[in-house]
């Protein structure tokens, strides 16, 4: 069970907008840690695609955009593409547990 | 150009030891967070250990009191000693590295995402 909490999946048509959530408790996003995003491909390694909740590398479109609001935070994409069927996984830091948290990721298919 | 890479991943014994390795380049390792995070066959991103500049260490629950996180900052790697494996520590690992910035005071501080990680090495724990 992750300190996270994700839905295990979405989906959406080309060009269409999801939005993928993700829930914390009052030890790591409610008490003001940032929230972070990753894109993983299939087997591929992580790739950073928002920091600080809604900051993007240099390099990730426009497409991709986060907030962050109490305890929960969102990843939304415009635009699908076939190219972001990938697992998507939310991180942050608890307090509690003095380290990095991930959510349990979702898998975005495109239809 | 800002680079990790993972060794010393294997088949290994329940109850078995192995050290991982991950090499840094373009970066410094000890002006870094630097983490390990595993994710098992078909299974989500699972944070394991990470050791700060200062040289701090925190470990998961998971593997509290059997791995131990370290760096040589000779070699600019970053280590996660392994013992008494199980089968559930089965898992691709990646080390991952946790930018640092100044702040307007001009006092050093850390990020707490991880902005480049290497291809993983696949530990596989089976008798």
């Known amino acids: 069970q992750s300190v996270l909490t994700q839905p295990p999946s979405v989906s959406g048509a080309p060009g269409q907008r999801v939005t993928i959530s993700c829930t914390g408790s009052s030890s790591n996003i409610g008490a003001g840690y940032d929230v972070h995003w990753y894109q993983q491909l299939p087997g591929t390694a992580p790739k950073l695609l928002i920091y600080n909740n809604k900051n993007r590398p240099s390099g990730v479109p426009d497409r991709f955009s986060g907030s962050k609001s109490g305890t929960s935070a969102s990843l939304a994409i415009t635009g699908l593409q076939p190219e972001d069927e990938a697992d998507y996984y939310c991180?942050?830091?608890?307090?509690?547990?003095?380290?990095?948290?991930f959510g349990g990721g979702t898998k975005l298919t495109v239809l | 150009e800002v680079q990790l890479v993972e060794s010393g991943g294997g088949l290994i014994q329940p109850g078995g030891s192995l050290r991982l390795s991950c090499a840094a380049s373009g970066f410094t390792v000890s002006n870094n967070y630097m983490s390990w995070v595993r994710q098992a066959p078909g299974k989500g991103l699972d944070w394991v250990s990470v050791?700060?500049?200062?040289?701090?260490?925190y470990y998961g629950d998971s593997v509290k009191g059997r791995f131990t996180i370290s760096r040589d900052n000779s070699k600019n790697t970053l280590y996660l000693q392994m013992n008494s494996l199980r089968a559930e520590d089965t898992a691709v690992y990646y080390c991952?590295?946790?930018?640092?910035?100044?702040?307007?005071?001009?006092?050093?501080?850390?990020?707490?995402?991880?902005?480049?990680w290497g291809k993983g090495t696949t530990v596989t724990v089976s008798s």
């Open positions: 050791i700060y500049s200062g040289g701090s260490t």
């Open positions: 991952a590295r946790s930018p640092y910035y100044y702040d307007s005071s001009g006092f050093k501080d850390y990020y707490y995402y991880m902005d480049v």
């Open positions: 991180q942050s830091y608890d307090s509690s547990l003095s380290g990095w948290v």
